[in-house]
């Protein structure tokens, strides 16, 4: 079984804090997938990182592959309320008919 | 309306009733999944669907049916509801790019809230 570990899994911080979720395994992914998913709402994705080292930026939210396609890390500067939800990270492989394996989740809280 | 669907969005049901959650997607992706999604256990795979008339199980199968006559429909079936299906459920679906290839995103319904009393 492929895991993927997502720490933490809870975050509670004030607004215009910095944060980094991780996520980490020992397999490697073709691509990795981050979601972020809102109450009462389906995961939606951010950004798919699919090589080892790869940088992607999303206005304040930075996400990194890591060298060996086994870690990524999702970095938020200055969290805003509206950031507040459900973080997923999922690995994919190329051949595994679109099967993904997601992380547990990390559920961000950003106080005003 | 563009996109995947999901109904009905919410569902309370009786013990050992059989009950139909229905998923609709326009892309005609190819790839459909379904998943249910608990406290303390993220997004678990029941189903999944490479195309028309081709599904395999995934990680949580057992009590759950599927079919998949049309590309754009992949109805979940509970056969015999039980308390411990109680959950939120998901449908998803994704294409692959070109050549075998694929990047495996995926795009999610708005979920079915499905209560078992």
């Known amino acids: 079984t492929q895991l993927l570990e997502q720490s933490p899994q809870f975050l509670s911080i004030q607004e215009g804090e910095n944060l980094t979720v991780y996520c980490n395994s020992s397999?490697?992914?073709?691509?990795l997938q981050w979601y972020r998913q809102e109450p009462g709402e389906g995961p939606v994705l951010l950004v798919t990182?699919?090589?080892?080292?790869e940088v992607k930026k999303l206005k304040r939210l930075t996400f990194q592959f890591g060298d060996a396609r086994k870690d990524s890390s999702l970095h938020i500067t200055a969290a805003q309320p509206g950031d507040t939800g459900l973080y997923l990270c999922?690995?994919?492989?190329?051949?595994?008919?679109?099967?993904?394996?997601f992380g547990q989740g990390t559920i961000l809280t950003v106080h005003p | 309306d563009a996109g995947i669907t999901q109904s009905p969005r919410y569902k309370i049901t009786e013990t050992g009733r059989q009950v139909t959650l229905m998923c609709h997607q326009t892309?005609?992706?190819?790839?459909m999944f379904w998943y249910r999604q608990d406290l303390g256990h993220g997004l678990r795979l029941i189903y999944y669907?490479?195309?028309?008339?081709?599904?395999d199980k995934g990680e949580v199968p057992d009590g759950y049916v599927v079919s998949r006559s049309k590309t754009e429909n992949f109805p979940l079936t509970l056969e015999s509801a039980t308390r411990s299906q109680t959950s939120v459920y998901f449908c998803?679906?994704?294409?692959?790019?070109?050549?075998?290839?694929?990047?495996?995103?995926?795009?999610f319904g708005p979920g079915t809230r499905l209560t078992v009393l």
């Open positions: 397999s490697v992914f073709s691509s």
């Open positions: 998803a679906s994704s294409a692959p790019s070109g050549g075998s290839y694929s990047y495996n995103e995926q795009f």
């Open positions: 990182v699919v090589t080892g080292g």
């Open positions: 999922a690995g994919g492989r190329g051949t595994s008919y679109g099967k993904l394996t």
């Open positions: 669907s490479a195309a028309a008339d081709i599904t």
């Open positions: 892309w005609s992706h190819s790839y």
